[in-house]
């Protein structure tokens, strides 16, 4: 089954320590987000890929990069966890291609993300 | 600011009953409006997509949009006790392709 997969599933880190999270998809979708969710809250943008253009949010922490290598892939560095950061990272998909339909994203089951 | 307005709940339906769930959205601009359910601890479950002014159906699901009244809602029929979740309503605005989600309304169906 075509889907969007998240590794690690759990990760724990230490404050300060840099930590990699990945998301592939099977979809071949071309473009991909990461989201930042908080218990109680909707899920926060963080940045996403039109192919293979970068657009950053606004208020994305300078603490937050990603990295698309191909079409599959996509990866979420965070380069020095605070306890703040502590959340779901969810990586979605969209088919962009001009018709209303392209913008259903769908959602991989994301990676719960402890800092000590 | 785009906002998209959910009544956070909590919303308890008896087992059987029909939910329904509200949101509002404050850019007229708006285009492609969606449902989503996301368990506790689990990732947001894509269910119903809508475009057009009217109502959708899909199985026990139907969502109704109204344009003049930024207006979307969810209709959950014949709820069951699977049904409860967070439903998180979001929106894309033209030519862009960011959703904007509303903060979400926890759904409870009492068996």
């Known amino acids: 089954d075509a889907m969007v997969i998240q590794n690690p599933r759990y990760q724990v880190t230490q404050f300060g320590k840099p930590v990699t999270l990945s998301c592939s998809q099977t979809?071949?979708?071309?473009?991909m987000y990461w989201y930042q969710q908080k218990s109680s809250q909707a899920p926060k943008l963080l940045f996403h890929y039109y192919d293979k253009d970068f657009n950053n949010e606004a208020d994305t922490p300078d603490n937050f990069q990603s990295r698309r290598p191909n079409t599959s892939f996509c990866f979420l560095d965070i380069r020095s966890p605070g306890l703040g950061d502590a959340a779901m990272y969810l990586c979605?998909?969209?088919?962009?291609?001009?018709?209303?339909?392209?913008?259903?994203?769908?959602f991989g089951p994301g990676t719960r993300l402890t800092v000590l | 600011q785009k906002e998209v307005e959910q009544n956070s709940g909590p919303l308890s339906v008896p087992e059987g009953a029909i939910a329904s769930l509200n949101c509002t959205y404050s850019?007229?601009?708006?285009?492609?409006f969606f449902w989503y359910r996301q368990y506790s601890g689990k990732s947001p479950e894509l269910i119903m997509s809508?475009?057009?002014?009217g109502d959708k159906e899909d199985g026990r699901f139907t969502a109704q949009l109204n344009k003049a009244s930024q207006y979307v809602s969810l209709l959950i029929r014949d709820s069951q006790p699977s049904d409860s979740a967070t439903y998180l309503c979001a929106v894309i605005s033209f030519g862009n392709e960011k959703l904007t989600f509303g903060t979400g309304t926890r759904l409870t169906i009492i068996p």
């Open positions: 979809l071949n979708h071309n473009v």
């Open positions: 979605a998909t969209s088919r962009d291609q001009g018709d209303r339909a392209g913008n259903e994203q769908f």
């Open positions: 850019d007229r601009v708006s285009q492609s």
């Open positions: 809508i475009y057009s002014n």
